[in-house]
């Protein structure tokens, strides 16, 4: 079984615990970060419908894409809630893509008239990409797949990445493209047919290619048997040479 990003694992109670506090610390942290690249002159912006040369240009007018840091807090917080733990994260990996486009363009509503159908589209997608990466790839990849991480490498690195979000976005679409997390498992969770509200029980899978290289060293093996200085021949060197 390959995990993909409409598949996760059960989490454990304490995977729960570090997966809300890593939700709202990364939230705070970008909020902090918003404020400080916003100040001094925050909720204004150039006046872009004159010349760039034109005096008026220089004039700040109310700039209607801000938020105030605390909304943009809250904002990043019901995506990550969104996006990691709600049924969304169940659908197809395309289908979370296009839901986090939708976003980017509602993000976006107040260029639509100014850049027209294709350049707000180019920029949903954009913003689709940054979101679906950011706040679904990365954390995909430190909740949803088994790893040897322990819970404090997992948080530190989910805070990280969405506290300083261009890490984010790089190392998510890193992932993306270079299939980073997607690998076959050693072990798969069985819920029991009369019991589906049990805890699932962890199954080691059975590979075929183990069950093959088990065959061939218990035959291996089993024609060493006995063996001292000298050499003895097989009694049976067509069956051993088989399963060579």
Partial sequence: MTP?????????????????????????L???????????????????????GSPAYLIRIPDPTYMPPFAVGALILLGLLLLNASPVKKLPGFVQFLICAAVGAVLDRHEWALDGFVISTMKAATY????????????????????????????????????????????????????????EPTTTFLVHGDAPNATPVEAIIEDPALEEHERRTSAIRAAQAGRETSRTPSSNKDAVSETI
Avoid at 168 to 178: E, N, S, T, V, Y
């Fill in 4 to 28: 993909r990003l409409s598949q996760s694992f059960p989490w454990s109670d304490a995977e729960r615990g570090g997966f809300a506090v890593s939700a709202v610390a990364g939230s705070v």
């Fill in 30 to 52: 970008f909020a902090l970060l918003y404020a400080w690249i916003q100040e001094p002159n925050a909720g204004t912006m150039f006046n872009p419908r004159v010349p760039l």
């Fill in 128 to 183: 689709g990409v940054l979101i679906f990466t950011t706040y679904r790839v990365n954390w995909w990849f430190y909740w949803d797949v088994p790893s040897r991480r322990t819970l404090g490498e997992r948080m530190a690195a989910s805070i990280f990445f969405t506290a300083l979000p261009w890490f984010g976005l790089a190392f998510g679409f890193w992932r993306l493209i270079a299939r980073i997390g997607i690998h």
